[in-house]
């Protein structure tokens, strides 16, 4: 995760756990008998949960643990790896088939830019 994004989770769970912490307590106020006043409520657990969405929302999970990054590198080097059997046998591939390999290489690099570059989800 970079700097930026790590920065930016943070902040978001900063601003958010007093938000959290404060309407748990509440709740448990009006829903939970049995409940001593003194005792604690494990808000950890859901702010831990609660950050997981907000990361996911906000696209700041580490590329490693992006499934869309994982699949366009694999498929660039799918493509590479078809190209150079092709190539292997000592005669260049014909027009049509090179042209496939570079519009798959391209593809899979829009991908991968659109990915990176995607501040939120689509249709939010």
């Not at 938000?19 to 409940?35: C, M, N, P």
């Amino acid at each position: 995760m970079s700097t930026t994004s790590k920065a930016a989770a943070q902040a978001v769970l900063a601003s958010i756990t007093p938000a959290i912490a404060a309407a748990t307590h509440s709740a448990v106020r009006r829903e939970a008998v049995g409940l001593a006043a003194g005792e604690a409520v494990d808000t950890g657990r859901i702010v831990k949960e609660v950050s997981a969405v907000v990361i996911n929302q906000t696209n700041n999970e580490p590329w490693f643990l992006s499934r869309v990054t994982l699949f366009a590198i694999g498929g660039i080097l799918t493509t590479l790896y078809t190209a150079g059997l092709d190539f292997s046998d000592g005669t260049p591939p014909t027009v049509e088939a090179f042209s496939g390999y570079l519009a798959a290489i391209g593809t899979q690099f829009g991908v991968l830019y659109g990915r990176w570059v995607a501040k939120k989800p689509l249709g939010n």
